[in-house]
């Protein structure tokens, strides 16, 4: 069985290369460095299997050509869809298969590294420190102990962040409208959006990206939230309007954001581009806040995870090839 794995990182290889040579049915990997989007789909001739990451972007054309082009199932290697049109997958039957979980301390533990961070203003007090620079004016920070923590989406992610923010003494609420556990560790309060909105000092996102939770956060939900909040997202760009957001950044309405996610970073993240410019400007400007921290799309990027993408990725294809689709993480 011929593989072609799309947006593919030398990271990715080592850890497939791996995890391939560990199986009875090995698979015969191709990596490609290119995204998969229209102009790139027909590289995808003469394999059986396309596995893509989160800014492949698999709309109906590009679907409908890896359809003619005889690929039996599309791979994600990432738990987000969003990249996907389901809708015409369906249609067109071709099996979308994903890694429903790698490792949500991961994702978790990122989220309160960017807390920490813009919180003690680290990355201020190590540039100025490189400098000879061991004034202390404008690094000052709070204590996470006893300040209310507001987590959008309580899946595996959320929880993990819930139960890290537990430990700094942090109150935790809750908005979820579709909350499946419950609330075994008594360690959260289930609110309403407006009110976790109107009641948080840090606010974390960890729901998935849909038609309903796009720009979840904006103006509106923006006005609602207490002066100088923390917002912090590291699960799909476009829940936030990133312009809504600069506009409150200057007013000092958001006193702190941390992105790992961006709208538009399929054009910038992943790659190096230090010997270019970039070309969008709300992204530009977003640089320019020293109380913004954006790393880009790293929350998962652990060696634990890597090689849980990997180990799930090639077990959903043998799966699926083995005739056992109900083993392979379908998503359509
Ligand atoms: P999950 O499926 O376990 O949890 C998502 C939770 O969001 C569920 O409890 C669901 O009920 C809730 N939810 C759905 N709609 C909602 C809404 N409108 N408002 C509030 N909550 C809502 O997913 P998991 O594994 O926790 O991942 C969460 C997100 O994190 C993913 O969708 C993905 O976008 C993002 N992610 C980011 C990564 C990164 O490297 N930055 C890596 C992995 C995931």
Same mark, same amino acid.
Request: net charge negative.
């Given at each position: 069985?011929?593989?072609?794995? &799309? ?15 560990n199986?009875?049915?090995?698979l ?30 698999? @709309?109906? !054309? ?55 961070? $813009? ?17 202390l004016?404008? $690094? ?9 923590v ?12 819930? @139960? ?6 942090? @109150? ?20 309403? &959006? ?29 006005n ?26 200057? $007013? ?14 399929? +054009?910038?993240? &992943? ?5 270019? &410019? ?12 020293? !109380? ?11 060696k ?21 689709? +109900? ?6």
């Amino acid at each position: 069985m011929k593989i072609c794995m &799309f947006s593919s990182k030398a990271y990715d290889e080592k850890f497939f290369s791996l995890n391939n040579s560990n199986t009875s049915e090995q698979l015969d990997i191709s990596y490609f460095s290119s995204h998969l989007n229209e102009e790139t789909v027909y590289m995808a001739e003469g394999f059986d299997v396309v596995c893509c990451f989160v800014n492949d972007n698999l @709309n109906a !054309n590009v679907l409908k050509t890896l359809k003619k082009q005889g690929i039996q199932l599309v791979a994600l290697r990432c738990a987000g869809f969003n990249n996907v049109d389901l809708k015409t997958a369906k249609e067109l039957s071709l099996p979308v298969c994903r890694v429903p979980e790698y490792s949500p301390y991961a994702v978790a533990e990122h989220t309160c590294a960017l807390v920490l961070d $813009l919180n003690r203003n680290i990355h201020r007090a190590h540039n100025r420190i490189r400098e000879n620079d061991y004034s202390l004016d404008g $690094l000052l920070g709070f204590d996470l102990h006893s300040k209310t923590v507001g987590v959008v989406g309580a899946g595996k992610i959320g929880r993990a962040f819930i @139960n890290i923010m537990n430990g700094f003494g942090c @109150n935790v609420l809750v908005y979820d409208p579709m909350l499946k556990e419950t609330n075994a560790d008594n360690n959260f309060t289930q609110v309403t &959006f407006d009110e976790l909105l109107m009641q948080s000092d840090i606010i974390s996102l960890h729901c998935p990206l849909t038609t309903g939770t796009q720009h979840l956060i904006n103006t509106q939900a923006i006005n609602k939230m207490k002066p100088n909040v923390m917002l912090i997202n590291t699960s799909r760009g476009a829940l936030v309007d990133t312009v809504a957001i600069i506009k409150a950044l200057k $007013l000092r309405q958001i006193g702190y954001l941390g992105i790992d996610v961006y709208e538009e970073e399929s +054009e910038i993240f &992943f790659e190096d581009l230090s010997d270019t &410019f970039i070309q969008d400007d709300v992204f530009a400007r977003l640089q320019t806040f020293p !109380n913004v921290i954006i790393t880009g799309h790293q929350a998962f990027f652990t060696k634990e995870a890597l090689n849980k993408i990997a180990q799930t990725t090639i077990s959903n294809i043998q799966n699926y090839l083995l005739g056992k689709p +109900e083993d392979s993480n379908l998503v359509s």
